[in-house]
């Protein structure tokens, strides 16, 4: 009991306010979700990966998948990886939660589980291949062949939340490499649903493991019409806002209007972070929540420097943090913001961020890839001049245009208005749409 992480527990969370999905949303992917470990669809992979942005919503997700499947006596184990809990940032608590739960849910595994770690009480401290094997999979390995999972509904769902919340990106890589080879090895009808940011490691370690088994990967896109489901909380918790709170009376029945609420949907990008802490910064109980609006818009400027995104500003700030060269990184989309301005004159193509910059080829994929979960490389529309940078979430562009909330980590605009126009006194001379020079990513080197 002392190895395992009580926090980590889909219904166990030390946060004051839990990722959870609001009533009636998400309705379309949890239902995908649930149908493919009831087994109505994808039969063949036992291992389903959710993949998202940031502040998609991903953990609200997994904690309903996990609550309706609980409750159909189809869950196994859960385990929430978070990056701020030294008790969950790491591997070294997965197993012994999982055994725990599955010695919970299944007791005839309890007396084998506990063997196991009489016969070598340092097991624990081994490799998460051999716990998993030794505690998890051999006792389950034993039920199977005994006749347990011919019954037509046991509990067979694992769910692993935020694996990209681990601190060890190896060990990431490895757990899904291991639970590829081993359960299918095993022959255990066991499902685990994986669920993180779409970071390059892991999706490399997916399509190394899916040479071995078959994977359900399922990415949460339009397809899923997250406008509709933001719309659909911003209405119910703004009706509660009028109803209860301490400054109601001032606030018309019209309000919202239509265009306030279109342009903070906007604003959220699909972000269900975004509309919930755009709605506690709003419903606070120390303003007028007609003025904490406007402050959310922009329409004017926040009273004793309270942000109300201080907690994914938090986030942004550390998946900067991560990227290599974070001065380049920075010139790339100030670059690309610049040239987004109306009237565009230029392309706004990664090919002439590279010329700009004088970056080689793949230079701005490689420096922009630990943001993955923030912006992609679009291939689509490309045209003649190849692929441009498309943001997911309008609220990262707004972090990097305020330095009050970027802090270092802001766009500095007139630096990146004159490497263009160096680049455009070049293009003139040159005759060269993508003049090239000796200067390289190394001019952008950290100090």
């Given at each position: 009991m ?8 889909y ?7 839990p ?9 379309a ?9 009831t087994?109505k ?6 291992i ?24 159909e006596?189809?869950?196994?184990a ?15 608590p997965?197993?012994a ?39 998890v ?12 999972f ?36 095993n022959?255990?009808?066991l499902?685990?649903?994986?669920v ?16 071995q ?20 909380f ?18 018309p029945?019209?309000w ?10 906007r ?5 269900f ?9 709003i ?31 938090s ?7 991560c ?7 920075l ?9 987004q301005?109306?009237p565009?004159t ?16 793949g230079?701005v994929?490689i ?9 992609e490389?679009?291939y689509?529309?490309d045209?003649?001049?190849g ?8 609220s ?15 766009i ?8 263009i ?5 070049q293009?003139?001379t ?12 190394a ?5």
């Amino acid at each position: 009991m002392e190895a395992v992480s009580p926090n980590a527990f889909y219904n166990s969370d030390n946060r004051s306010d839990p990722p959870k999905c609001h009533e009636n949303t998400r309705v379309a992917v949890i239902t995908k979700i649930t149908n493919w470990v009831t087994s109505k669809q994808d039969t063949d992979a036992f291992i389903l990966w959710l993949y998202g942005p940031a502040g998609a919503g991903k953990t609200a997700i997994a904690r309903k998948v996990a609550e309706l499947c609980e409750a159909e006596g189809l869950l196994l184990a859960s385990f929430l990886f978070f990056r701020s809990d030294p008790k969950r940032n790491t591997m070294n608590p997965l197993v012994a939660n999982i055994a725990y739960c599955v010695g919970r849910v299944i007791h005839r595994t309890k007396e084998l589980i506990e063997i196991a770690i009489e016969a070598d009480p340092l097991i624990l401290t081994y490799s998460i291949e051999v716990q998993l094997t030794k505690l998890v999979l051999e006792p389950l390995r034993l039920l199977a062949d005994q006749g347990y999972f011919l019954s037509g509904k046991f509990a067979r769902l694992v769910v692993i939340d935020g694996l990209d919340e681990c601190l060890d990106q190896g060990a990431q890589a490895s757990l899904i490499q291991f639970l590829a080879s081993a359960v299918a090895r095993n022959q255990l009808p066991l499902k685990f649903l994986i669920v993180s940011r779409p970071e390059a490691h892991i999706k490399l370690a997916i399509a190394l493991a899916s040479q071995q088994t078959t994977f359900s990967r399922l990415g949460l896109n339009d397809d899923f019409q997250a406008d509709e489901d933001i719309r659909y909380f911003l209405t119910d918790k703004f009706r509660e806002i009028k109803m209860c709170h301490p400054f109601r009376s001032g606030i018309p029945s019209f309000w919202p209007s239509e265009q306030q609420m279109v342009n903070l949907i906007r604003k959220a990008s699909g972000q269900f972070i975004y509309a919930s802490l755009a709605v506690r910064f709003i419903n606070s109980a120390c303003d007028s929540p007609m003025r904490q609006l406007d402050i959310i818009l922009g329409l004017r400027p926040p009273i004793n420097h309270d942000l109300p995104f201080a907690e994914l500003d938090s986030l942004y700030t550390f998946i900067l943090s991560c990227t290599k060269n974070v001065d380049l990184v920075l010139h790339i989309l100030g670059v690309h913001s610049v040239l987004q301005v109306p009237p565009k004159t230029w392309d706004t193509t990664v090919k002439t961020i590279e010329s700009v910059l004088y970056l080689e080829d793949g230079d701005v994929r490689i420096y922009l890839s630990p943001l993955n979960s923030l912006l992609e490389i679009s291939y689509e529309g490309d045209g003649q001049y190849g692929p441009g940078i498309l943001f997911h979430h309008t609220s990262f562009t707004d972090f990097l245009d305020n330095p009050e909330r970027s802090k270092g980590y802001c766009i500095d605009a007139p630096t990146c208005h004159s490497l263009i126009a160096q680049w455009i006194l070049q293009v003139l001379t040159s005759n060269s749409m993508y003049p090239r020079s000796s200067v390289n990513s190394a001019s952008f080197s950290n100090t």
